[in-house]
């Protein structure tokens, strides 16, 4: 199974700030990677797939990058509303998919 | 407006067994493929199981293989997960999630249930 290291697993930052959450993988995945958003009590919600590509409907102050082992994301002018928990997740087409332990974004 | 809606949690004794459903609407279910994934504090997010839009392929999670089937009826736009062989650590929160890209097979997740909680208690 391809393995996920996301970091940092919790990230304290103020309205307007710049975040960045890295997630490594076991295996190149190549770009088949998805960042989700979670808020307590609800489902996660897509941001990013194919690790750079925005989700319909979803602020443009999210970003993906990288490739192969290695991705990031962005997040540019922190809102209030951006106060929750992301997960990253590869599909690659060898089974099964897995996600990344979470990264839990506070307010300073 | 497009949605899932699971049903079907509950508590239920180590052994047993549960089915739950997700009924989908607004949108065209026998062209996208289907997932289970589960929640739980002690594992995080955990994809359960695959099926393909056509219902031609099925694919499981380790922890679940041998005990849970996922079936869809394209006819009633619902997917279901049959639960046999319940263990203490299957007690989670459980997500049905369509994928992104029509007629595909490894995807991202862009649409997700409300979730229901399965609880595996003697």
């Given at each position: 199974?391809?393995q996920m290291?996301?970091?940092?697993s919790?990230?304290?930052?103020?309205?307007?700030?710049t975040?960045?959450?890295?997630?490594r993988?076991?295996?190149?995945?190549?770009s088949?990677l998805?960042w989700?958003?979670?808020?307590?009590?609800?489902a996660?919600?897509?941001?990013?797939?194919?690790?750079?590509?925005?989700?319909s409907?979803?602020p443009?102050?999210?970003?993906g990058?990288g490739?192969?082992t290695?991705?990031?994301l962005?997040?540019?002018?922190?809102q209030?509303?951006?106060?929750?928990?992301?997960?990253?997740?590869q599909?690659?087409?060898?089974?099964?998919?897995?996600?990344?332990?979470?990264t839990k974004?506070?307010?300073k | 407006?497009?949605?899932?809606v699971?049903s079907?949690?509950?508590?239920v004794q180590?052994g047993?067994s549960?089915?739950l459903?997700c009924?989908?609407?607004?949108?065209?279910?026998?062209r996208?493929?289907m997932?289970?994934?589960?929640?739980?504090?002690?594992?995080?997010?955990?994809?359960?199981?695959f099926?393909?839009?056509?219902?031609?392929?099925?694919?499981y999670?380790d922890?679940?293989?041998?005990?849970f089937?996922?079936?869809?009826?394209?006819?009633?736009n619902?997917?279901?997960l049959q639960?046999?062989s319940?263990?203490?650590e299957?007690?989670?929160?459980?997500f049905?999630a369509?994928?992104?890209?029509?007629?595909?097979?490894?995807?991202?997740?862009?649409?997700w249930?409300q979730g229901t909680?399965?609880t595996v208690s003697?």
């Amino acid at each position: 199974d391809i393995q996920m290291t996301q970091s940092p697993s919790t990230l304290s930052a103020s309205v307007g700030d710049t975040v960045t959450i890295t997630c490594r993988t076991s295996q190149n995945i190549i770009s088949w990677l998805a960042w989700y958003q979670q808020k307590p009590g609800k489902a996660p919600k897509l941001l990013i797939y194919k690790a750079s590509t925005l989700q319909s409907g979803v602020p443009s102050r999210f970003s993906g990058s990288g490739s192969g082992t290695e991705f990031t994301l962005t997040i540019s002018s922190l809102q209030p509303d951006d106060f929750a928990t992301y997960y990253c997740q590869q599909y690659n087409s060898n089974y099964p998919w897995t996600f990344g332990q979470g990264t839990k974004v506070e307010i300073k | 407006q497009a949605q899932l809606v699971e049903s079907g949690g509950g508590v239920v004794q180590p052994g047993g067994s549960l089915r739950l459903s997700c009924a989908a609407s607004g949108f065209t279910f026998n062209r996208y493929a289907m997932n289970w994934v589960r929640q739980s504090p002690r594992k995080g997010l955990e994809w359960v199981a695959f099926i393909r839009y056509d219902g031609g392929t099925e694919k499981y999670a380790d922890s679940v293989k041998g005990r849970f089937t996922i079936s869809r009826d394209n006819s009633k736009n619902t997917v279901y997960l049959q639960m046999n062989s319940l263990r203490l650590e299957d007690t989670a929160v459980y997500f049905c999630a369509k994928d992104t890209t029509q007629l595909w097979d490894h995807d991202a997740f862009d649409m997700w249930g409300q979730g229901t909680v399965v609880t595996v208690s003697s």
